[in-house]
T-cell receptor, first 113, second 117 residues
Framework: EAQVTQNPRYLITVTGKKLTVTCSQN?????MSWYRQDPGLGLRQIYY???????DKGDVPEGYKVSRKEKRNFPLILESPSPNQTSLYFC????????????FGDGTRLSIL | AQSVAQPEDQVNVAEGNPLTVKCTYS??????LFWYVQYPNRGLQFLLK??????LVKGSYGFEAEFNKSQTSFHLKKPSALVSDSALYFC???????????????FGRGTQLTVWP
């Protein structure tokens, strides 16, 4: 089954404790992206990647890191999480090309205490 | 600046009645427009898109959307709503910046659709 898989689905942690949210897709997509969803703000893009070793900042990259060492994986790293990063996070992927719709994972709900 | 607006946070409609979820956009150049739906505890799912051509596009689950260039709108419609259509709907526009060949995708804030039986 074609899918985007995020792990973990839920995480409660404390300020300053490094964490990684993994994202993997099995559709051979070139483009991958991370979003955060907050009430009243919709989805905001954190980082995106157009292919292996090619990443760029989205609208809200501060406090986050990403890497794209393999085509299928695009982990989101919070080196020193803070409470304002408490949010619902989505990973998405698509084939390259502006007309391609994105496929989303089911989300990761992070709570930073 | 590129932006997408969904002027209604909530839309309520009775089952069997037509529904409209509104979206307006502001981008430079020609827009590529998308609608996505989000069910509880799930990621967004693609519904339909407008790239070029016929202003009325048809998508999944009986939804359609009308592109209006003069009003910079891309409203989502369905002739007869179902209770199962109740979900959060997002409009999105792809824009070009900084020489990117792909562009970034900008989302509206979402509209919660509730269909009453």
């Amino acid at each position: 089954e074609a899918q985007v898989t995020q792990n973990p689905r839920y995480l409660i942690t404390v300020t300053g404790k490094k964490l990684t949210v993994t994202c993997s897709q099995n559709m051979n997509h070139e483009y991958m992206s991370w979003y955060r969803q907050d009430p009243g703000l919709g989805l905001r893009q954190i980082y995106y990647s157009m292919n292996v070793e090619v990443t760029d900042k989205g609208d809200v990259p501060e406090g986050y890191k990403v890497s794209r060492k393999e085509k299928r994986n695009f982990p989101l790293i919070l080196e020193s999480p803070s409470p304002n990063q408490t949010s619902l996070y989505f990973c998405a992927s698509s084939f390259a090309g502006a007309v391609q719709p994105q496929h989303f994972g089911d989300g990761t709900r992070l709570s930073i205490l | 600046a590129q932006s997408v607006a969904q002027p209604e946070d909530q839309v309520n409609v009775a089952e069997g009645n037509p529904l409209t979820v509104k979206c307006t956009y502001s981008v430079s150049g020609n827009p590529y427009l998308f609608w996505y739906v989000q069910y509880p505890n799930r990621g967004l799912q693609f519904l339909l898109k407008y790239i070029t051509g016929d202003n009325l596009v048809k998508g999944s689950y009986g939804f359609e959307a009308e592109f209006n260039k003069s009003q910079t709108s891309f409203h989502l419609k369905k002739p007869s709503a179902l209770v199962s259509d109740s979900a959060l709907y997002f409009c999105a526009v792809r824009s070009w910046d900084r020489g990117s060949t792909l562009g970034r995708l900008y989302f509206g804030r979402g509209t919660q659709l509730t269909v009453w039986p």
